[in-house]
Every structure is written in structure tokens, then in C-alpha cells.
């Protein structure tokens, strides 16, 4: 069995932790005008190779074993070791040496995918709605190929099987399906969630190896049910072979890791039981880990990988020990959360944060955050960085698409919201990393878009000093709303939306990039340098992109981005 994942998933990042989202910027574009001065010096590289390659950088290996993988791919190499394979029969193989494990006696060869064609909320974003390759998808494409090589070479007959929270992106690409070879695409009973195949991990391969989900018998019992899709695109007919799985384990089926994980990950729950429309977690049960169950993962990331820190993967921390069927308007268990952390820190980790959380969450208890802060020893030398939806600034689109993940607020307070929680975040050495939902659900008009631009301005207005980025991403159909349709960047951004972009960059560009790089590498007048023309290309060239592109586009458009340099600077 060879377990693996594309480079851009298999990165420390040098330890930037929001680089991570660098595979989502645009690698090529094949469109570019072989005239142009552009092509003449990048030819069809838009983010330069060596550039990305130098940001994120291979994880280490020990004879083409990853030393570190992806969360998601521990828990199933951990699935498969409990479930009675050996330890000589199951790798986690490196990328760039995929090839050295694939032979004749490779039975599977399982790929660990989160946005393998580039069509994730913030790829679409930087490319434009995927006119441009994404590193996420180059990356992808490459480790299919070296796999399709390595098979052709040896003769080998591997069911190539790709999982993970990306996998129904091949739904709307299913050309990809045959180009990458592929035998088999898992995916939950809603399509657009990731199913949890670690629960079963074992029988899932065993039903592999033993031929089960060769073809498709919808009378036959079967808890891995197989479907052939059938999918016609310019005349062509692709089929794909779908594999569902919808049983949710319980936290003892959960396996636990054996082996390190990817910056220090562990989980804490599964599922989030606020509702959001937009969004496919929900749709899982919830679950948390007990302390214990926590401990032991982070032990293993101590003693096998020399990790001193952990991420807290959570969908909303502040949701963790509560029910929220019995749980009066969704009030945190602050009693739970400090047992949580204080079980963390007493691993003797250095540092901790979760990845996730809610902003109403957040400040629903007036003692949760500082007595947390005190815990995990947040300082001004230690940052806490959490990623929380900000999704809009409009109070029509929230109360109709998010009304619990307020809650105990009402959509009415969702300003008041947002501004409270950045300042008791900031004040207690967090730093929330928005998200910002851009055309969500296709319903969003220029008036929502412009209340989200207030928001951010008054946000900058009041509290200056306040830390905190914001991130726009295109509406991306999953969840409850999976019948909807994408959100076409290319051609639905009206002046309001092409104005949220605006104004989300500038404000990342001048209050997070220049402030945070002109500070790095101060003792280094060379580092400082890099890090200073970093920021403004970083910053300053998407600004002139989107004002070029209102220039091409409308009077309006233009008249938009002038509105914001006007009044909201
Ligand atoms: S709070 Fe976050 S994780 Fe929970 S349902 Fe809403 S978007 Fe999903």
C-alpha cells in the first residue's frame, strides 16, 4: 500500500504558517499572448517556479519515506497498521521518490487530495476561476504522472484510488479522471464532503485488493457503495468510478497517528453543529476527542518528529464538549476548553493554536479567551493565529445563509460582533485570519458588498491598531448548497465585488504585509530588502492588477476602486 500526497501538501513551508496557502497561487497560463513582453520573459509562468519551489520547500525524507505527511494520510496509514497490515506492506512515500515503492506487488496506491484541480475557494480566486494552473493542481498533475510512469515501468497493476476533501472537484472535470489514471474516487454520501475512510480503513483496502469495488451492484450490501458516473463534456463521454462512504466513525474507531504529522497537526473534533449553509462540515455529526486521545497524537509528533508545537484542528474550538441540541444558545463549555488546553500544554509543547474558530464563539464567554490566553502562555513573543469566518459584512446575507454561527447573537449584532471579538482576540495576542465569502450562493448584490467594505473600513477606523487579514474567496457550491452554481469570477464581478477584492487586498497589504515584512530580517539589511520587495509585490501588484482589470471592464468598475481610495483607505 503507498500513501502519498502532491508537493504542495507535503511542505513545512519554512515554517511560515499561512504560506501554506501559497499552492493556491497561479503556476501558468496558457493563455498568455506569445507577443507579449510577459511572454517573452516568463513565457507561460505567472508565480515564478523558482520562487514557489523556494517557499515551499520538500518535507525531509529517509530513503523516500516522508518523515512528516498530511494529517488525513496518517489517520489512514494508522487505519490500515490496527486493522492487521504489516509495517513492511504500508508506506507513506515522498513525492519526488513516489517512484521507488511502485512495482509489480503494489496493490493500491491511495492519494491524499484537498484541491487537486485548483478549484478550491481560494485558488479559484488567484486564478481567475481556473484560467490560470494553480500550483495545487501543477503539483497534483505531477505526482499522477510520476505515479502513471513509475506503474508503466514496472508492469504494475496499483488501483490508483485519490481521497480527501478535494475529490469531488473531478466531478467538474472529469476529463482528469482518465488523463490521471484513475481506478477509484472516494467520496462522502453528500459528494462534496470528504468521507472519513480511517473509521474503515482496514476493510476499505481489503475490499479494494479483493476486487469488491470493481463494478457498480446496487443490490449488493455493500458499505463502501460503488457508482459509475457517467459524464459528457464537449462530446466526449468520461466515466468515473465513485466510491461512497458515508458511516461516520465514533471517536474510538478513530484511529490514532503512529507516525508525525504536517506542522505538528492534531485533531481535537469532527463536525460543527452551527449550520452554516455554505459550508459541508456541518453535515457531520459532532464528536470531540477526550484529552487523552489528543495527548497521544501529540506525543507521537514530539518523540518521532522533535515537533514543539501543535495545530488544534477544529472546525469552531468554541463548539468543543457543548451539544448544541441541548446547549442553550450554543454557549461555550469553557470548563471543557480549559481542561482541552491545559492537557495540551501539559504534553510540554511549546506552542498551540487551533485552527478554527468563530467570532461569536469567541466572545460569548467574557472569561474564555483570557483564561485560555493564560493557559497556552499567548504573549506579544507568542502570537496565537486562528482562521475565523468573517464571510460578510452584510446582515442580510449572514442571517440568511449563517444565522447560528452568531449565535447567542442575532444577525442585527453581527457588527458589533466582529468588532468586540477582534479587539478581545487582539487584546489577549490573537490574530484572526478572516475568510470572506465573495457572490455567495450567486445572492449577494452591491449594496451586501459594500456594507463589507464599510465594515472593514470602520474596523480600521476605530481600532487601528487591530491585527487581523482578510481573505476573499469565491462561492464555491458544497454543502447545502452543493446544488448551486459556482460563483464565475470572470465574468459576475460587479463593481461591489471587484470592490470587496480591493479593499480586503489593501488592507492586508497595508496593514499586514508592509508593517509584518518590513519588520522581518531587521538585523539583516539584505533579508530586509528580500522581505521589503516581497511585500510590495506581493501587495502592491494584485492592487494594480484589479485596476487595470476595472479600467478594461466599466466605467463603473473604476468608479468603484476610486470610491474606496476616495473614502475607504
Ligand atoms: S461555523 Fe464554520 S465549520 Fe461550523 S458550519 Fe459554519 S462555516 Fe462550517
Redesign the pocket.
Known amino acids: 500500500m503507498v500513501l502519498a500526497a502532491d508537493r504542495t501538501l507535503m511542505s513545512p513551508y519554512r515554517g511560515i504558517s499561512l504560506a501554506s496557502f501559497f499552492g493556491c497561487a497561479p503556476a501558468l497560463d496558457f493563455n498568455r499572448d506569445h507577443n507579449s513582453f510577459w511572454y517573452y520573459v516568463m513565457r507561460n509562468q505567472v508565480t515564478p517556479r523558482v520562487l514557489f519551489d523556494f517557499i515551499c520547500n520538500p518535507i525531509d525524507h529517509t530513503n523516500g519515506v516522508a518523515n512528516y505527511a498530511p494529517y488525513g494520510l496518517r489517520k489512514v496509514e494508522a487505519a490500515l497498521l490496527r486493522d492487521g497490515y504489516k509495517h513492511e506492506d504500508v508506506v507513506v512515500a515522498h513525492p519526488d521518490h513516489i517512484e521507488k515503492f511502485i512495482g509489480p506487488e503494489t496493490e493500491v496506491v491511495g492519494t491524499y487530495e484537498m484541491d487537486p484541480l485548483g478549484m478550491g475557494p481560494v485558488t479559484m480566486t488567484f486564478t481567475y476561476g481556473r484560467k490560470q494552473m494553480s500550483y495545487d493542481e501543477f503539483y497534483s498533475r505531477e505526482l499522477h504522472m510520476r505515479i502513471n510512469a513509475a506503474k508503466a515501468r514496472t508492469g504494475s497493476k496499483a488501483k490508483v484510488i485519490a481521497g480527501a476533501s478535494g475529490t469531488w472537484q473531478y466531478n467538474y472535470d472529469p476529463a482528469k479522471i482518465e488523463e490521471y489514471g484513475l481506478y477509484g474516487i472516494v467520496e462522502g454520501e453528500m459528494g462534496g464532503s470528504g468521507p472519513e475512510i480511517d473509521g474503515a480503513g482496514g476493510r476499505f483496502f481489503d475490499a479494494l485488493i479483493a476486487g469488491e469495488c470493481d463494478s457498480a451492484n446496487p443490490f449488493k450490501k455493500n458499505q463502501f457503495k460503488v457508482e459509475i458516473k457517467e459524464f459528457v463534456r464537449n462530446g466526449r463521454r468520461y466515466h468515473g468510478r465513485f466510491i461512497h462512504y458515508w458511516n461516520e466513525p465514533s471517536v474510538s474507531e478513530i484511529p490514532t497517528i503512529v507516525n508525525p504529522s504536517m506542522h505538528g497537526m492534531v485533531e481535537v473534533m469532527r463536525g460543527?453543529?452551527?449550520?452554516?449553509k455554505?459550508?459541508?462540515?456541518?453535515l457531520r455529526p459532532l464528536r470531540y476527542y477526550p484529552v487523552e486521545k489528543v495527548q497521544k497524537e501529540i506525543e507521537v509528533n514530539m518523540k518521532y518528529g522533535g515537533l514543539k508545537n501543535a495545530w488544534v484542528h477544529s472546525?469552531?474550538i468554541f463548539?468543543y464538549g457543548l451539544n448544541p441540541r441541548t446547549t442553550k444558545n450554543m454557549q461555550p463549555n469553557r470548563e471543557a476548553l480549559e481542561e482541552l488546553f491545559r492537557g495540551i500544554m501539559a504534553t510540554g509543547i511549546e506552542h498551540t493554536n487551533p485552527t478554527?474558530g468563530?467570532l461569536a464563539g469567541a466572545i460569548a464567554d467574557e472569561r474564555l479567551i483570557p483564561n485560555i490566553s493564560k493557559i497556552i502562555r499567548a504573549s506579544p513573543d507568542n502570537h496565537i493565529g486562528i482562521q475565523c469566518?468573517f464571510?460578510t459584512g452584510s446582515i442580510r446575507l449572514i442571517g440568511k445563509y449563517?444565522d447560528?454561527?452568531l449565535a447567542p447573537y442575532k444577525p442585527e449584532e453581527w457588527h458589533w460582533v466582529v468588532k468586540t471579538a477582534i479587539k478581545t482576540l487582539n487584546e489577549n495576542y490573537w490574530v484572526p485570519a478572516f475568510t470572506l465569502i465573495m457572490g455567495l450562493n450567486n445572492d449577494e448584490t452591491q449594496e451586501d458588498s459594500w456594507e463589507t467594505i464599510r465594515l472593514i473600513h470602520e474596523l480600521e477606523t476605530e481600532q487601528p491598531d487591530s491585527k487581523f487579514t482578510t481573505t476573499p474567496l469565491t462561492f464555491v457550491p458544497i454543502?447545502l448548497l452543493e446544488k448551486s452554481d459556482f460563483f464565475d469570477i470572470g465574468n459576475t464581478m460587479d463593481p461591489g465585488k471587484l470592490g470587496v477584492m480591493y479593499k480586503t487586498w489593501q488592507h492586508n497589504f497595508k496593514y499586514g504585509i508592509q508593517k509584518f515584512m518590513g519588520k522581518v530580517g531587521r538585523d539583516n539589511p539584505i533579508k530586509n530588502w528580500f522581505f521589503t520587495q516581497l511585500a510590495s509585490t506581493l501587495g502592491g501588484v494584485p492592487l494594480s492588477a484589479m485596476e487595470r482589470f476595472a479600467r478594461r471592464k466599466s466605467f463603473e468598475h473604476e468608479r468603484a476602486i476610486e470610491k474606496i481610495k476616495a473614502k475607504y483607505w
Open positions: 460543527c453543529g452551527r449550520g452554516c455554505f459550508c459541508d462540515v456541518t472546525d469552531d463548539v478554527h468563530t469566518g464571510e449563517a447560528r454561527k454543502g
